[in-house]
């Protein structure tokens, strides 16, 4: 079925990447079916919100926004509401006995379902719950509308293997299921001949991507492919697992240029028991011997992690270690986590829980740490060129200086002074660092290059078209929420 084109919606996304990507094959399928995506300000017909359950009070916040809704929903008859992503595969049928006005509740592996879910929910005048316990379609085989015209996610693989006891992820996104890396590098030329630049594979465990096929060697061979595609310039990936990274992974990355000299790569813990606890197979040695092998083929690379602070039994001892991992690794940047019980996972029994009081002290302490080899590191930087891709909607004013901004190819937020160039987001410059902040970089002299690019010519097109005629955006604005601000993505989580 076909839903009135006069239909519009808007999808709250939570979590990592991999929501976000799937947000964007949401909203695909939507228009798809002749839904229009809601302009700012505007009240939207359907109301997706796509889930996490990785973090504390991930349930508290959903039931907290559909209580906001519900009086909204009311006084606009004909709207539903829609709940997917992880929470609502862990949840189910709980989701509408505690919020009955919801519409529908669909899960991780069947989000090509919804807008049939919405219209038999319409039809029926009943709420409609459909969670698949297995992967129905592989997301990215889905129509997508995507946010960025100049960088794009790319799914290489769903699901996890690994059985982390503080992850949730295993079981509410299934086993490893991996795209074949013909389909995987259609899609990235696909997207390269539509103007892209940069695109992230994305995993929970991208180095253990090809053993479903038995090719253990397939990450590697599929980052060397990627060199290949025509108007391609950028390539990252999230999220490596130490336990599987391997030296042709490490030789892929250094020898083909459009990989960037960038690494996410999750610690979780610098004490070995603590790794023991989690079941992390491997120890703080291995960790860092990776790192050592990245530099020394990738000298100038920029690497991050995820660090759990106050993980069950964590000592005073466990924690130091975490301090001194951080001292040698010199992490460009670190997402940092108070470890929260999450029910369903063997962390949330153990015993040792540490007291809230000591896990905020300590995290205080990582985050000091933390930041202080990041500013050194970006202030080593000051007088270098970066080559930046430019962003929409990172720029700032300080004072009477305009400034935009973009990533550099390491990853490196940077704010820069266009002067009188006429820079769109999706173009390239070139500038050099005057300024390195904990997590930024300044670049406030003249540029060096600009290079204009399609995907800047599709954004300075859009921008200029009459309000009637641009697309619109996914937006909670006018949906009654108060208090909510723009959703945080972080890496994938559960590796």
């Keep these: 079925m076909t839903a009135s084109p006069t239909r519009s919606y808007a999808i709250r996304t939570y979590g990592c ?30 109301v997706v919100f796509n889930t996490c359950a990785v973090r504390e009070n991930a349930d508290n916040r959903l039931y907290g926004n559909l209580g906001h809704l519900r009086p909204v929903k009311d006084a606009h008859p004909g709207m539903q509401i829609a709940v997917g992503g992880c929470l609502a595969q862990k949840d189910r049928a709980e989701i509408v006995r505690r919020a009955p006005w919801v519409d529908v509740v669909f899960g991780t592996h069947n989000i090509g379902s919804l807008p049939a879910l919405l219209e038999r929910a319409r039809h ?24 960025s015209g100049y960088a794009a996610w790319v799914s290489i693989s769903v699901g996890c293997n690994n059985t982390c006891t503080f992850c ?42 090809g053993v479903e096929f038995g090719d253990r060697a397939a990450f590697g061979k599929l980052l060397r492919a990627c060199g290949d595609v025509d108007g391609l310039e950028r390539v990252r990936f999230t999220s490596p697992h130490p336990r599987d990274f391997t030296s042709d992974v490490i030789a892929a990355m250094a020898e083909t240029p459009v990989v960037c000299p960038q690494l996410h790569m999750p610690l979780q813990s610098g004490s070995d028991a603590m790794l023991k606890a989690m079941r992390r197979s ?59 019980p999450r029910p369903g996972t063997p962390a949330a029994v153990l015993d040792g829980q540490v007291p809230k009081a000591v896990v905020s002290e300590r ?6 740490v ?20 430019v962003s929409e909607g990172e720029g700032r004013k300080d004072g009477a200086t305009s400034r935009m901004s973009g990533r550099a190819r390491d990853g490196r937020l ?14 390239v410059v070139e500038t050099t660092v005057t300024y390195g902040a904990p997590h930024h970089l300044v670049a406030d002299g003249a540029l060096r290059s600009h290079r204009r690019t399609r995907a800047g010519d599709l954004y300075e097109r859009i921008s200029e078209a009459p309000e009637s005629e641009r697309p619109g955006r996914s937006s909670v604005t006018g949906l009654g929420l108060p208090g909510i601000g723009r959703p945080s993505v972080a890496p994938v989580g559960g590796v």
């Design 17 to 46: 990447q991999m929501n976000t990507h799937d947000s964007e094959r949401l909203a695909g399928m939507l228009e798809s079916a002749g839904y229009q995506r809601t302009r700012d300000g505007e009240q939207a017909d359907v």
């Design 282 to 340: 491997y120890r703080s040695t291995r960790y860092l011997s990776i790192l050592d092998e990245v530099r020394a083929a990738i000298p100038h690379a920029a690497i991050s992690t995820d660090i759990i602070v106050g993980f069950p039994g964590e000592t005073d001892e466990d924690f130091e270690a975490t301090l001194d991992v951080v001292r040698k690794a010199r992490f460009t940047n670190a997402f940092t986590f108070q470890y929260s």
């Design 168 to 209: 949730i992820v295993p079981s509410l996104r299934g086993t490893e299921v991996d795209r074949r890396p013909g389909d995987v590098l259609a899609e990235v030329s696909a997207l390269a001949s539509e103007g892209v630049l940069e695109v992230t594979l994305l995993g929970q465990n991208v180095n253990s991507y």
């Design 363 to 368: 995290y205080m302490r990582l985050i000091e």
């Design 370 to 389: 933390q930041e202080q080899i990041a500013w050194e590191l970006n202030k080593e930087l000051i007088g270098r060129t970066v080559e930046v891709l």
């Design 414 to 427: 940077v704010h820069f002074a266009p002067g009188d160039a006429a820079v769109r987001p999706g173009d």
């Design 124 to 147: 029926n005048e009943t709420a409609q719950v459909e969670i698949k316990e297995s992967l129905e379609v592989f997301p990215s085989t889905l129509p997508a509308r995507r946010e």
